[in-house]
């Protein structure tokens, strides 16, 4: 049996474990199959939860710190920042507004004023260039709450501040933003993982209101508050990602950020070209592989680098629910597990079986 280099490049399986944890999981599994092969582990992310964590493994010299904020339903978070070694400041939402967060799901009153305080905390600290990783939000805001921390107003028709969440923005009746903070001179770039607008069928409410507990009715509130705050600030709603985290692309792009994808600038950092270029193949995943896997999130992009170099791409995911061609093999961990309460609860265990089944293909 020849020796295999083996790259495992997953995200996050959100709500069970961390992309470094899912590496460990599959690295276990793939080993107790194949024991000689080399294992090079890569755990990636997309903008949401473990960006900073990326960012931290691959850039020797970071520095971690910590400040606390206003959590996304009020009450004080302790949230992490990265500073890389020049001049950079990574930011992820996730950690100071994000769905996790929430003690119960708020769709109309959770907000982003803790990713306006941490970002303004890395700015007053000196930064020179921000990266904010967009994703896992709590929120429906718009950006709303960002914007507020970061020094604008957004006012009812008595000039009197609106409510926190996207429940005040249906009150807003101008949005002034003259107070905001200066980009700093390198600019701000939004690591997003989708390309929804933040309006309509495809929007940050009808595809993301639901997750974060939002009824058919509470979406509909959702969009015309949203739709709202868009009325009153120049950005076009229909920019491609926009939608990002409950709308907090639209509102950072009104302070003059600019997108990227979140995954493809992870992947860059942590030089994943150079893992696969001599791969022999490579295990990639997430907790849901869906429609909206495509949009560009950690999967999609890891299976498009190594289609450019000819290195087969396996998948190991929680849930398959879109179809997976192009994959040499597919596993679910829901499937395997028997159920989803199984599969989450030990994701670790079913990690590390699907791992040794697929490596155990491998070897026949």
Not at 67 to 80: K, T
Request: aromatic fraction near 4%.
């Amino acid at each position: 049996m020849s020796r295999l280099r083996v790259v495992l490049a997953p995200d996050s399986f959100k709500g069970s474990l961390g992309a470094s944890q899912v590496t460990a999981a599959l690295a276990a599994g793939w080993s107790r199959s194949r024991p000689d092969d080399e294992i090079v582990a890569v755990p990636l992310a997309d903008g949401g939860e473990g960006t900073l964590d990326a960012f931290e493994r691959a850039v020797p010299g970071s520095i971690r710190h910590e400040v606390v904020v206003e959590g996304p339903d009020g009450r004080p978070v302790a949230a992490p920042w990265l500073a890389l070694p020049d001049g950079t400041a990574v930011v992820e939402l996730a950690s100071s507004c994000g769905l996790g967060l929430l003690g119960t799901p708020a769709p109309h009153d959770a907000h982003t004023r803790g990713l306006g305080g941490v970002i303004r905390a890395a700015v007053d600290s000196g930064a020179v260039r921000l990266l904010v990783g967009l994703g896992g939000s709590g929120s429906t805001d718009g950006g709303a709450g960002a914007l507020t921390a970061l020094g604008a107003h957004i006012v009812d028709s008595l000039g009197e501040p609106v409510v926190a969440g996207n429940h005040g923005l249906t009150a807003a009746a101008r949005v002034d933003l003259s107070g905001l903070i200066a980009l700093p001179a390198g600019g701000v770039t939004l690591l997003v993982d989708v390309d929804s607008p933040l309006l309509g069928p495809a929007g940050a409410a009808a595809v993301f209101g639901p997750q974060k507990g939002a009824s058919p009715d509470d979406v509909l509130a959702l969009e015309r508050g949203l739709a709202c705050f868009a009325s009153l600030v120049d950005v076009d709603p229909a920019t491609p990602g926009a939608g990002a985290a409950g709308g907090a692309g639209f509102g950072l792009l009104a302070w003059g950020a600019r997108l990227e994808p979140g995954a493809v600038a992870v992947a860059e950092a942590v030089r994943l070209s150079g893992a696969l270029s001599d791969a022999d193949v490579v295990v990639t995943g997430e907790g849901r592989f869906d429609g909206q896997t495509e949009a560009g999130k950690t999967v999609s992009v890891v299976r498009r680098m190594a289609d450019r170099v000819g290195v087969p791409v396996v998948l190991v995911a929680g849930v398959v629910e879109a179809p997976t061609d192009g994959f040499t093999d597919v596993v679910s961990t829901t499937r395997l597990a028997g159920d989803v309460l199984e599969s989450t609860t030990r994701a670790s265990y079913w990690l590390g079986e699907a791992a040794a089944l697929v490596a155990g293909r491998w070897a026949r």
